[in-house]
């Protein structure tokens, strides 16, 4: 498994922005396939963005798509969420998770590593 720190989170007002991090540390970075989630209260998790282990291919989800870009520095061992034109409905939870293997996917349930989660809030 890889261990997974995320940062970034915070408040900010609709419309603002917000670059999230995902530090990674234990394994071949390139190696995993990356994903974003997100859970709000009282909310299941759901899916935000994922990346291939070489950051070619990249999915969003349809609500945050032309809004939020996906990145990473194989080199740095870290992956990035950029956040812009953020509303009061992305507020929630971030997780960073990874899978072994280079193919991203939307669905939780296959990754194998998850961070702790980082905090965003949007006020109206």
């Known amino acids: 498994q890889v261990q997974l720190v995320e940062s970034g989170g915070g408040l900010v007002q609709a419309g603002g922005s917000l670059r999230l991090s995902c530090a990674a540390s234990?394994?071949?970075?390139?190696?995993?396939?990356m994903g974003w989630f997100r859970q709000a209260p009282g909310k299941e998790r759901e899916f935000v963005a994922a990346i291939s282990g070489s950051g070619g291919l990249t999915y969003y989800a349809d609500s945050v798509k032309g809004r939020f870009t996906i990145s990473r520095d194989n080199a740095k061992s870290t992956m990035y969420l950029q956040m812009n034109s953020l509303k009061p409905e992305d507020t929630a939870v971030y997780y960073c998770?990874?899978?072994?293997?280079?193919?991203?996917?939307?669905?939780?349930?296959?990754?194998?590593?998850w961070g702790q989660g980082t905090q965003v809030t949007v006020s109206s």
């Open positions: 998770a990874a899978k072994v293997g280079a193919r991203p996917s939307g669905s939780g349930e296959i990754y194998d590593s």
């Open positions: 234990g394994r071949t970075f390139s190696a995993y396939a």
